[in-house]
C-alpha cells in the first residue's frame, strides 16, 4: 500500500541525494538508503530515477506556486507583485538548499533529458514573472520595448545565481531583505544614474 508519508520522504531523500551526488551519478540505492526504504519500495511510487527527478520538480516548484499566486493575486502593482516573487523564492532557496541546488544544477545538465517535459510546474513558475512583466506594461509601468520571455529568464537567472551563491556557503554578509532589494532595484531601475 502507498503511502504520502513515504512518497514525501523519497522525495525529500532524492532532492538531497541530487544535490550532493548530482543526478547522473545518484543511485536508486541511495535515494532509498537516505529515505530510510528499501530499494524495491521506491519502485511503488515511481518508475525510474528520471520520474523521480521530474517529481522533485512537479511537487517542490509546484509548492511555490501554491504558496506565491494567492499572494500575487491579492496585489495590483506590478513592482510589490516581483518583490513578493523575488522574496519568496529567495526564502524558500534559502530555506532548501538542496532544492537550490537541484534547481541549479539538474535543470541544466539534465535538460536534454527534460526537454520532452514540456508541461511542467517550472515553466508555470517562470511564467509567472512574464505575466506580471506584461502586466506593468498594460498599466504602463514598466517599458513597452522589454520582452516578456527574455525579462522572466533575466530575473530569474539573478534569483537562481543568489540562491547557488547561498548553497555553496554558508553565510552571506547580505540579508533576504537586502538582497530582494538589490535585483528588484537593478532589475526595474538598470545600473545606470537617473
Not at 511555490?64 to 491579492?74: G, S, T, Y
Not at 532589475?187 to 537617473?194: A, D, N, V
Request: charged share 25%; hydrophobic share 40%.
Amino acid at each position: 500500500m502507498k503511502s504520502a508519508n513515504k512518497h514525501s520522504k523519497i522525495i525529500t531523500a532524492a532532492t538531497k541525494v541530487f544535490a550532493k551526488k548530482g543526478f547522473f551519478n545518484a543511485r536508486i540505492s541511495d535515494i532509498a538508503k537516505e529515505a530510510k526504504v528499501a530499494d524495491g519500495t521506491i519502485y511503488l511510487y515511481f518508475n525510474n530515477k528520471f520520474d523521480i527527478l521530474i517529481s522533485v520538480f512537479e511537487e517542490e516548484i509546484g509548492s511555490l506556486i501554491k504558496q506565491v499566486k494567492p499572494l500575487l493575486a491579492a496585489e495590483d502593482d506590478p513592482r510589490k507583485m516581483l518583490e513578493i516573487f523575488a522574496s519568496r523564492h529567495l526564502s524558500a532557496m534559502k530555506r532548501n538548499k538542496n532544492l537550490a541546488e537541484v534547481i541549479q544544477i539538474e535543470l541544466r545538465q539534465s535538460a536534454k533529458l527534460i526537454k520532452d517535459y514540456r508541461n511542467n510546474k517550472f515553466s508555470e513558475y517562470i511564467n509567472i514573472i512574464s505575466d506580471i512583466v506584461k502586466l506593468g506594461q498594460e498599466q504602463n509601468i514598466f517599458r513597452k520595448n522589454i520582452q516578456p520571455g527574455i525579462a522572466k529568464r533575466a530575473f530569474f537567472g539573478a534569483l537562481d545565481e543568489i540562491s547557488r551563491v547561498w548553497t555553496v556557503t554558508s553565510s552571506t554578509k547580505y540579508t533576504l531583505e537586502e538582497t530582494t532589494q538589490q535585483i528588484l532595484i537593478i532589475f526595474q531601475c538598470g545600473i545606470l544614474e537617473p
